[in-house]
């Protein structure tokens, strides 16, 4: 089994800081791509930031100069640290990751189980 677990949302005012972290634990022999989606509500869900190959990163224009993906490979644990936030950052922030359990199994999609994050004005 595999799990990823967040951590680190809150509440913080607008133009303060929070860093969020997602850590898998489980039966992983490699993680090609980690990122963040977020969904506000009445929304769908959007991709935040994503790292592939722990090289490649994208960002979603309304976040980009602000916040940074980051990853630990020793721990499995991918980071986005996110300045200068905004009310309209406020969401439910999501952890994403694709795995291969084995060297020959498939790819496979993993969620976390979400993350509030409230800006205040």
């Known amino acids: 089994q595999v799990q990823l677990v967040e951590s680190g949302g809150g509440l913080v005012q607008a133009g303060g800081s929070l860093r969020l972290s997602c850590a898998a634990s489980?039966?992983?022999?490699?993680?090609?791509?980690m990122g963040w989606y977020r969904q506000a509500p009445g929304k769908q869900r959007e991709l935040v930031a994503g790292?592939?190959?722990?090289?490649?990163?994208n960002y979603v224009d309304s976040v980009k100069g602000r916040f940074t993906i980051s990853r630990d490979n020793a721990k499995n644990t991918v980071y986005l640290q996110m300045n200068s936030l905004k009310p309209e950052d406020t969401a439910v922030y999501y952890c994403n990751a694709v795995i291969r359990r084995s060297r020959s199994d498939l790819l496979r999609n993993y969620w976390g189980q979400g993350t509030q994050v409230t800006v205040s004005s």
């Open positions: 489980g039966s992983i022999f490699s993680i090609p791509t």
């Open positions: 790292l592939t190959s722990g090289v490649t990163t």
